[in-house]
């Protein structure tokens, strides 16, 4: 008797295994024929579904070309080229679609023909009208032949989608069919499957009801608390048999109460690991914030575009690392989103682009795409990427600039992409600000040249430079020679455009280490660290000629000849460590000039000048 259980189950095993082999190797062939019934009634729906999308678009092309002939309105034809192209695009997809049916494959080539004459002729016809022959493009339409090809078109297309849809029908009625044998399969196997289990489960309860039942009071006494109860009835199979005594192997071994042990253990394990995870996530962002707050330091201390750009180089990649991107910043008189700096070897336009071109911007909250098709494509992207992000910056509802992402930021970062913006957006606003601050503090308004004040601090620095080093430094002091006729016999506005164009002169003329400064009124002063007196007035000389031949025009007159004066002179350890002493030995050279006959340059302490 014993082991007797374990033989019946196994028959019983196989046999069942047998039945419901034999099922579902016939559910697996019906739902293989239904499979490829369904591919075929799916291919016919793409070939409908072709087949009108093509007509849409030449119809939409036609449209489009007789609105814009008729109205003379290009907004008619901005969307021509691409409907026609479209219509290609599909009619060759319907040939490639239909290659499986050679009577099918044939209306296809024949749509196709006649898509590719109505489409030339569409083409000819808007080449006349953009040429500006609209009398010709309407004599072309007048013709008919358009509405002829677009008859045949239809007429093949009729064709081709009537016989489409009566393979669709008769693949429908496929399915349906195969959908009945597998009916029928349910219907018939399911009752056998269901009748053997019902067997198999009769017998197995009646060969172990007996032991369960046992086993099931003695493990009811365990958990109600008699940890001594254990089983001794005689089990019907040595599987129950050893059931039996491994139960009460078990039981002398946890006679304690160990189970409730193990359940403390277990929840204080999930806790610390809790602990641990919560832990490891606010160390994280400690140390992000920490990075940032470097990154936020520097970023107000920036003086210059180029050191706000290195140090978004710098510190982004190491907040969001792997992610390649670029910092535009909006340029508010030219209305562009410019670039201000790019990692991870991302190469963008110089040129910037406009606003509307992103999709953050005109949504005001992120904007990203992280599988192909999956979200609408900002046009500064480029349809070649199939993931990015765009973190819009703003400040008080401005526009402040835009952070891409040639990637996909994952749900744990972005808490850094968030404080990241934060603190990039105040930085911006802020250098925005100093830079507008400093240019109005150094800048002279008229001439756009550095005004007196900058001069002076400049002058200082130069002076504590060349003083260290050893290195020369000159001063260049100069004038418009009869500046005040201008105004007399043109107005001040006459003299205005005279100061405009000589400074414009001299900032072009002078190299870039040479400082241009507005003195005041029409003088000027050149400050030209690394550069004797004899080897700055041959430049200085240039400039004075370039002046000199110059021709300025102020509300449709011309002004007259301009010249200027220049006095130079060279520091000298003796001098005053403020520039007075400097600027006063330039300004004397430049009476001398101005003494000797103007537009000349004169060098200080010599009766050397090089006359005009």
Known sequence: MVGSLSRRIVVLCVILSLVLALLAGLLLDASAQMRASLGWVTHSSQVLEMSTRTLRHLQAAESGQRGFVLTKSLDFATNVADEIAAARRDADTLVKLTADNPLQNERARQVQSLILQRTQSLTETGRLARSGDFAAARDNVASGK?????????????????????????????????????????????????????????????????????????????????????????????????????????????????????????????VNAELSRNADVLRERGEVIELLGGM????????????????????????????PGALFAHNNSRNLLIPIAAWGGIEVEAAGFAPDQCWALRRGQSHFVIDPGSDIVCAHVGHDTDHYHCEPLLAGGEVIGVLYLKGVVEAERRFRLTVLTENIASALVNHRLQRGLREQTIRDPLTGLFNRRYMEETLALEIARATRTGSPLSLVMCDVDHFKRFNDEFGHEAGDAVLHAVAAEMRARFR???????????????????????????????????????????????LGLTTMSFGIATWEDNMERDGSTLIKAADAALYRAKRDGRNRVVLDGRAESLAA
């Open 146 to 270: 358009g509405r002829y090809l677009m008859l045949l078109v239809n007429a093949r297309a009729n064709d081709l989608l009537e016989a489409e849809r009566a393979l669709a029908a008769e693949r429908m009625r496929t399915v349906q069919l195969r959908l009945d044998n597998i009916r029928w399969l349910v219907v018939f196997g399911t009752p056998i499957a269901v009748i053997l289990i019902t067997f198999m489960a009769t017998a197995l309860i009646r060969r172990i009801r007996r032991p369960v039942d046992e086993m099931m009071a003695v493990m009811g006494q365990l958990g109600a608390g008699d940890r001594s109860a254990r089983v001794t009835a005689h089990m019907d199979s040595s599987e129950f048999e050893r059931l039996a005594q491994g139960y009460n192997e078990m039981a002398d071994e946890l006679e304690t109460a160990v189970a409730d042990q193990l359940v403390s253990a277990d929840q204080l394990h999930h």
């Open 512 to 558: 870039d280490g040479d400082v241009v400064c507005r003195f005041g009124g029409e003088e000027f002063t050149i400050i030209a660290p690394g550069s004797s007196a004899a080897v700055l007035a041959q430049r200085v000389e240039v400039v004075r000629q370039a002046i000199s031949e110059l021709t300025v025009h102020q509300g449709g007159r011309m």
């Open 296 to 323: 936020a330091h520097r970023m107000q201390a920036a003086r210059t575009d180029e050191e706000l750009a290195a140090i978004i180089r710098v510190f982004v990649p190491r907040v969001l690392p792997d992610i």
